[in-house]
């Protein structure tokens, strides 16, 4: 069974800082990696998609990478922003059905 | 247009009530799911529906009934629930239900369970 570990689980930085955020899963047969921001109380928004071909995908100051052989993704955020704070989930999607499993999140403070 | 709706945005029932959530989207996806979400823990998968077929059921208590009218709304109909049951729930929906295809999640219902 699919295990996804995100650490670290709280963050709290300065403005300005870039960072990163890992990710890692227990079964490497996975055919992608998913990241999503949630904000308190509210759905998830995806951010990054990365096929299991790929190495890493970016989008304005996020690039997230992918390791498959050593079960590890890692997000990256340049110039963090006090909008950025919000919990950042990654999630492997598995065979059938396109099953998704949630790491249990890091929750990112960028503090003024 | 990415958007998953979800009706309502907080729900309050008794355990003697019956009620249901709805879905909607209209990406043309064929593939759409419910998740649960307890308070500070990541989503979990309770169902996916392909093709307005249900693929998966996680072993979920048949309390939760879900329904796929046609391929763009999806229903969770709900009934005899425990306060337990409190939590977000979410619906997404992706191109199709072969893996690699990306997940867009709806803002969900709050659901308090008296």
């Known amino acids: 069974k699919q295990e996804v570990t995100q650490i670290p689980a709280a963050l709290s930085v300065p403005e300005g800082e870039n960072l990163v955020l890992n990710c890692s899963f227990t079964?490497?047969?996975?055919?992608?990696l998913q990241w999503f921001r949630q904000d308190p109380g509210k759905g998830l928004t995806s951010l990054l998609l990365i096929q299991s071909s790929q190495r890493e995908q970016t989008s304005g100051r996020l690039n997230a990478s992918l390791d498959k052989s050593s079960g590890r993704s890692t997000l990256y955020i340049a110039a963090s922003q006090p909008g950025d704070s919000a919990t950042y989930l990654c999630?492997?999607?598995?065979?059938?059905?396109?099953?998704?499993?949630f790491g249990g999140g890091t929750r990112l403070m960028v503090k003024p | 247009d990415t958007e998953v709706t979800q009706t309502p945005k907080h729900l309050v029932m008794g355990m003697t009530n019956k009620k249901s959530l709805k879905c909607e989207q209209h990406?043309?996806?064929?593939?759409m799911y419910w998740y649960k979400q307890k308070a500070k823990k990541p989503p979990e998968l309770m169902f996916v529906?392909?093709?307005?077929?249900?693929?998966i059921n996680e072993s979920v208590p048949s309390r939760f009934s879900p329904e796929c009218p046609n391929s763009s709304l999806l229903n969770l109909h709900l009934h005899a629930l425990q306060p337990e049951d409190s939590a977000l729930y979410l619906c997404?929906?992706?191109?199709?239900?072969?893996?690699?295809?990306?997940?867009?999640f709806g803002p969900g219902t709050r659901l308090t369970v008296t």
């Open positions: 079964d490497s047969a996975i055919y992608n």
């Open positions: 997404a929906s992706s191109q199709d239900s072969v893996p690699s295809y990306e997940q867009y």
């Open positions: 529906y392909s093709y307005e077929k249900l693929s």
């Open positions: 999630a492997a999607g598995n065979n059938a059905g396109n099953m998704l499993t």
């Open positions: 990406m043309g996806h064929r593939a």
